[in-house]
């Protein structure tokens, strides 16, 4: 099994900035491909970013994934930038065997999720 927690999500004004943090940590995670998705109030989940380094359209050149080693697995994050009221949404961090599915918004593990709210 993997496990993910998220911190980090906010309340920002548009223009602002957040850093989402997820810890990663479980079994054979070297197996797995991880990703940042978000679902937005009454939308479907999509895939934000992966750490095979796709970026949605829709977030390219503000939002940045990136990981690092850590003694129980590994921490992944996202750096948000240049928000806008439009990514409100609650970001979860997630674990597949198939990277194209995090990039459809899929995941087999996925953590609790993190709140960003963005006002204009």
């Known amino acids: 099994a993997v496990y993910l927690v998220e911190s980090g999500g906010g309340s920002v004004l548009a223009g602002g900035s957040l850093r989402l943090s997820c810890v990663v940590s479980g079994d054979r995670l070297s197996d797995y491909y991880f990703g940042w998705l978000r679902q937005a109030p009454g939308k479907e989940s999509e895939g934000v970013a992966t750490?095979?380094?796709?970026?949605a359209d829709s977030v390219k050149g503000r939002f940045t994934i990136s990981k690092a080693n850590d003694p129980n697995g590994m921490i992944l994050y996202l750096q948000l930038n240049d928000l806008m009221p439009e990514d409100t949404a609650v970001y979860s961090c997630?674990?597949?065997?198939?990277?194209?599915?995090?990039?459809?918004?899929?995941?087999?593990?996925w953590g609790q999720g993190t709140q960003v709210t963005v006002s204009s």
């Open positions: 750490d095979d380094y796709w970026t």
């Open positions: 997630g674990a597949d065997l198939r990277e194209s599915k995090l990039r459809r918004g899929l995941a087999d593990y």
